[in-house]
């Protein structure tokens, strides 16, 4: 066996059910929130303080419970102190009509004055002036709001100055727009769909006074509380994110008026005066967005709560997450998942991590696989969910999203795409990448050659030239050039040309998970030294030649091993990966059994000399203290060559 080939009990991994069994019980009867404690205390912070910007933004990837973990903080708030609550009414602006009062009043009085007001109205209506004057000043007596009160005096001076007839009743009546008598906590509204009027109000014309007809949004519903909007939609509404960050400002609401179907004018109530906190619910890529685009984004959003993709595999975490696995059961009427079952649950979620020691935060893809194995158990007429039925799940998920990937592995088999899986070859090498569609993704081969010749181009990127390269694959092939001029190029300059191309590959090329692939074929062709076929590689390089992790790794492999599957298995085929990536190794178990026997290898290794040694079966050599590579090794050779093409590409005198 191969020094850096993986053994294959290295690649056996499963939980042991004595971690969760003895505690399932308990743990399904627990809400406690799972593996995000940084996102939690910051929400909690964020959410205690209802001082001015302190507003949220929640970031991490969808399917992770953000809106969840809102609603567990809400419930653990201390309930609001008395007197901390509003109520909210629109009230007629004597002074600017069009202009309504937003009349900020402590919880529970709303009703009495709107009811109080409306009655003089009545009054004012019937030409019971006196009547209804008395009724006002009685409501300045008790009025504690000195926005009620100066609404109220300026009534009673409407009053007093006798030129009020019975159609001005409606003057005096108010608009009450959110009634927190019977509220015991603070508001939590969820804008599912944010539009300027869903978030700011409306204008019905159902009177023709203008704070009559006003109704109010989700804004004004979550004042004393929280409002959570979804950022991306709210970012894509034309002119709304600005109109929230004035809201933020100034408690400005801008309420469009639209008449007979025709665009009308704003109107524009006096700014509302009451604590209101939003959480903005997004991804990490929108967060760095605004920050860099946005100068006011920091003012007003001070609290970042980050969640994080996936949680340490303890056993705290194991069980919260059978707790969550047997809550779904519950809650959804599923069949019982067998302790074998929530062990291959538990592998899922850790390959969906990316790592042995690692779960995954994204709960809701757990939920997923529970409910398609509930179907596939109750198909068969079984009575529970065992870890059989969690594969099938897992794999008839794979068959109804491999298509594509069956369209590929088709064009290999029948030569098609033409890729080698056996011999030598120099200059060429299968890559390994990962392609996805919608919510699947799989591992393919792809074929990288490299021509090199005399010249002083240097390193041409073939993607590059045709359009085809994303800016982090631009940057691993200049890395290339660097490990030349480090590893070889230290007493004569580095000229040549090389092209680098993706044979066969029609579509953006980016990241660098294939630099040390293009490396190990730019070195066999410098060098004119055969390189095996049968072997694929994966993993990225830096300038001084050590092999760094890469993501993706099992879909990678797996894909590989398929395709030799298809077309057949010699004993010779497998895959080199970075040795950083043992730690991400969760395979099924048809791979495992070929490994077993043999007939499938991994490789792991951490410099680009242990790779070629694996490829083309020769040593690489080390420098001596003389500066000097021992004779036919592979670094001897292609520093030979390297020398002899910074002499062909010098200008003839």
């Not at 004055?113 to 008395?134: D, F, H, P, Y």
């Not at 990448?433 to 041409?460: H, L």
Request: net charge negative; with cysteine; proline share 4%.
């Amino acid at each position: 066996m191969d020094k850096n080939e993986v053994k294959s009990d290295q690649l056996e991994f499963s939980y042991d059910t004595a971690v969760f069994s003895a505690h399932r019980a308990s743990a399904a009867l627990t809400n406690k929130f799972i593996g995000q404690p940084r996102a939690i205390d910051a929400l909690k912070m964020g959410m205690s303080l209802m001082a001015r910007n302190y507003n949220i933004f929640l970031s991490g990837d969808p399917g992770s419970g953000r809106h969840e973990a809102v609603r567990h903080v809400a419930a653990s708030l201390t309930p609001p102190k008395s007197g901390s609550m509003h109520d909210i009414a629109f009230a007629y602006n004597f002074h600017k009509p069009q202009s309504p009062l937003t009349l900020v009043l402590p919880a529970g009085t709303g009703s009495r004055v709107t009811r109080q007001m409306n009655l003089a109205g009545q009054m004012i209506k019937e030409s019971r002036i006196e009547e209804a004057q008395k009724i006002i000043m009685d409501e300045i007596r008790l009025s504690t709001s000195p926005d009620l009160s100066a609404f109220l005096k300026s009534a009673v001076a409407r009053l007093e100055h006798g030129s009020v007839s019975r159609q001005d009743s409606d003057m005096f009546r108010l608009n009450l727009v959110s009634d927190k008598s019977i509220q015991t906590s603070r508001p939590l509204i969820f804008e599912s769909h944010p539009t300027h009027a869903n978030l700011f109000g409306q204008f019905s014309e159902t009177s023709p006074l203008v704070h009559l007809s006003l109704s109010p949004g989700s804004v004004i519903d979550a004042c004393d509380g929280f409002l959570i909007i979804d950022a991306e939609q709210l970012l894509a509404q034309g002119g709304l994110w600005d109109n929230l960050k004035r809201f933020l400002d100034f408690g400005t609401l801008l309420v469009n008026r639209s008449i007979s179907n025709q665009d009308g004018f704003i109107i524009k109530p006096t700014p509302i005066n009451a604590p209101m906190k939003v959480i903005l619910i997004g991804t990490d890529a929108i967060y760095d967005k605004l920050c860099d685009t946005d100068e006011s984004f920091l003012d007003l959003f001070n609290v970042s709560a980050e969640f994080d993709f996936s949680m340490p595999a303890n056993d705290d975490n194991i069980i919260a997450t059978t707790g969550y696995i047997d809550r779904t059961v519950r809650d959804s009427y599923l069949l019982p998942v067998c302790d074998d079952g929530i062990a291959r649950l538990l592998f899922y979620s850790s390959w969906y991590a990316e790592q042995r020691n690692e779960l995954t935060t994204k709960l809701s893809f757990l939920s997923d696989l529970v409910h398609e194995a509930n179907y596939w158990a109750r198909e068969a007429s079984l009575s529970n969910i065992t870890a059989e039925l969690i594969d099938k799940a897992v794999s008839m998920r794979n068959y109804m999203n491999s298509l594509t990937e069956t369209k590929i592995n088709e064009e290999i088999s029948n030569g098609e795409m033409i890729i080698s899986l056996s011999g030598s070859k120099s200059g060429v090498i299968n890559g390994l990448a990962i392609m996805d569609r919608g919510n699947a993704s799989f591992g393919t081969p792809t074929v990288i050659s490299v021509s090199v010749a005399p010249g002083t181009e240097g390193i041409v990127n073939i993607e590059h030239e045709a359009g085809l390269s994303g800016e982090i694959h631009d940057k691993g092939l200049l890395i290339l050039e660097g490990y030349l001029r480090k590893h070889y190029a230290r007493n004569f300059p580095l000229s040549m040309y090389a092209g680098i191309c993706f044979e066969q590959s029609y579509a953006e090329v980016d990241g660098d998970s294939a630099s040390s692939a293009e490396l190990f074929a730019l070195l066999s062709a410098i060098g004119d030294i055969p390189l095996r076929q049968e072997i694929a590689v994966t993993g990225s390089v830096n300038q001084l030649g050590d092999i760094q992790p890469v993501g993706g790794i099992n879909e990678k492999i797996y894909g590989f091993y398929k395709i030799c599957r298809i077309t057949g298995l010699t004993g010779r085929q497998g895959v080199i990966i970075p040795r950083q990536n043992l730690s991400s190794l969760l395979l099924p178990s048809d791979i495992l059994a070929s490994i077993n026997a043999g007939r499938f290898h991994i490789y792991a290794i951490q410099t680009i000399d242990e790779g070629m040694e694996i490829l083309t079966n020769r040593p690489s050599g080390q420098r001596s203290a003389k500066g000097t590579f021992p004779a036919n090794t592979i670094n001897n050779i292609i520093e030979t060559h390297l020398r002899n093409l910074c002499n062909l590409s010098r200008p003839a005198n």
